[in-house]
């Protein structure tokens, strides 16, 4: 009897305990080699804390992600924690729908210290100061050459160019020496506009890039953006910059070795370095001499916390988040994906292992992204609501001037004119 | 309709009950929510909406990008229901004589319909890919045209129509030959007598025979050209470059949910449910006026 009873003790402490394990469930948008290192990291926090079970589900791409996110959330059926990139921001932001996360330490009687985090990826996702989304997967541009097509051609492999007419130099010179036929190519080729803009300390929209208020129009067709689309409009019809489609089609033309630089996100540095057979350099994005000198952007993703959690829930996803935070947990997903450690402890271990001096490669877009300017609402990024829209506009505008159907001024000043036509259908939809 | 069921008034109610259901459930409701959405200017979490009036409207009818759409899929979908269908319509010609393997061809020509059209997105990208695709090399090779889909309006529709009618084959095949084995022999063989040769045999005789045939793939690769080669698009070129394969439905469906402008999507398929209605509306009464049925 007494036998009896203490199993029945037993049985009764489990369910209870299984009762109390809270659940959070997280919504992302990570695939191929980055949802494997998404998907340990989450099961060794699981496996950590056994009061918490955090349930990550692969929702599709980005853009399918915040649809989805925005589905659920007029169902009420919405995620604890939706990853969100860095596009759908201001979205976020006006939607009435978030807990920002700068809010949940109060909210659980703690304090923190938001300094721990890298000042440029900590100064994207804030507003007024306050961080509203949790950085996670943060990247920016930069160069990948292929230093064997530069030894080929004459090219010294360890003086990547560092302007356009660069560009255009070591380009003819790649095309002469019959190396490749096509010599550049951009992946998210509207994203290097911006970055374009940024890095020349430019401005992208009014009100501060949006960051002071909702964005009424854009700053251009100006006299610098004319430029950038000139010079861009001038080597595609030279046959140097090739136009490969957006996100990450045009790896594969780097990487098989049909081009021989790429401008492309951070977090492709990864992918590219495992498939490339030759030795990959990389650099900062090529600039425009004479022009004032800003930073590049941050782009990729970061977490946001859903409105309404009960306390337990707001305390298991805190938990998560400060896991996230742990420099051992941040190291595993830089050296995994390309993407930035988010936090100055990490960095610093990072540094101690003398990681960046075994990879060089993924300290590249760290020195250009901290040695930018940090004061500047230009080189801090663009927050627009329409922003998926107006990338829309920005790549046709690109394609209708790379293949001549309009003028590279022509082309900018059609995509201005709709993008102004969108930041005022969603500030009325806004009621603002 | 008790006189059709006599002793069970609410029988037939009952029984249609289910199907009724679902259509209201499933088509009904939603075309209405989408009316009324289409008057209203709602933010994307759905926390304002304001009545508008016919604003979406107003805008979409004086947006250049929607009548550029709007061209963009006519032009699609005469390409893939002429093209496919003579292509079509020739491969079933040939298939249908007498010539050795003839069950591994009319096999192989049905196959390209089992392949999804994801699939056989991928395949087409990769082939026309401007950097490294074979076709694209071998087209420069020949004409000294480096065509780059990825930026030419032109090449992007023709490329996507090529792929759409490439995936339809199969099906369209299909039923041709199941229409050509159904044409009756005495009256090709009558003609032959008379003294017609094969071609005026095949325009005079064969081909108006095929004609209900003809009328229902017509229908079908309307539908199809319209709604189903979404999936195609979506994989190969999202609508662009510069919006030339950006058809009606692909339109409403970035609007919508990458855009997140809810509102002006519903008003899109308010339209475009007018412009689908109209067009099989005009072809019911076209087929039924014009095919000729045997009875």
New interface residues.
Partial sequence: MRRIFAVLVLVVGAVSFAWAKTTVEFWHAMSGSRLRALEKIVADFNASHPDVEVRPVFTGTY??T??KF?AA??AGTAPHIVQVYEVGTQ?MI????ILPVYQIPEILGETWDWGQYVRPILLYYSVDGNLWSLPFNSSTSMLYYNKDHFRQAGLDPNRPPTTWDEVEEYGRKLIEAGVVK?VI?FGWPDWQFEQQLAIHNYLYADNENGRSGLATRVMWPDEFSVKVFETWTRLAQEGIL?????EY??N??FT?G??SMLLQSTSSLDGIMKTAKFEVGTSFLPRFPGEPRGNSVVGGGSLWVRKGLSQTELRAVWEFFKYLGQPDVDIYWHKNTGYFPATNAALKQLMDERWFAQSPNHLTAFLQILSGRQDSAAALGVRLG?F??IR?YI??AM??A??G?LSPAAALAEAAE?ANA?LL?YR????K | MESKFPGYRLLPYFLVFPSIAVILVFLVVPFVQAVIQSFY????????S?FVGIRQYR?LFSAP?YARSFLATWYFALLVILGGLALSLFLAVLVTRKVRGLAFYQVAFIWTYALSPAVAGIIWALLF????GLGTYVIQRLTGFSM?F????SSALLLVAGASIWNMLGYNVCFYIAGLQNVPRELEEAARVDGAGPWRTFWRITFPMLSPTTAFLVFVNTIYAFFQVFGLIDIMT?G????ATEILVYKLY?DA?????Y??ASAQSVVLFLIVAATALFQLWISTRRAVYLR
């Fill in positions: 853009e399918e915040l649809t925005i959330y007029r979205t006006d939607s009435g729908a096509n190519s090739i136009y490969a489609g957006v089609d045009p594969a033309a098989s049909a081009i329409p998926v829209e829309d790549r046709t394609e209708k790379f293949s159907a709709k969108a259908e009325l939809a806004l009621g | 200017q709602t933010s994307p979490f759905g926390g304002v304001t805008l990008d890919d401007p950097a490294v780059n990825t930026i030419q309006g999202k662009g470059p510069g919006g970035r949910f990458i855009r997140v402008r509102n002006y």
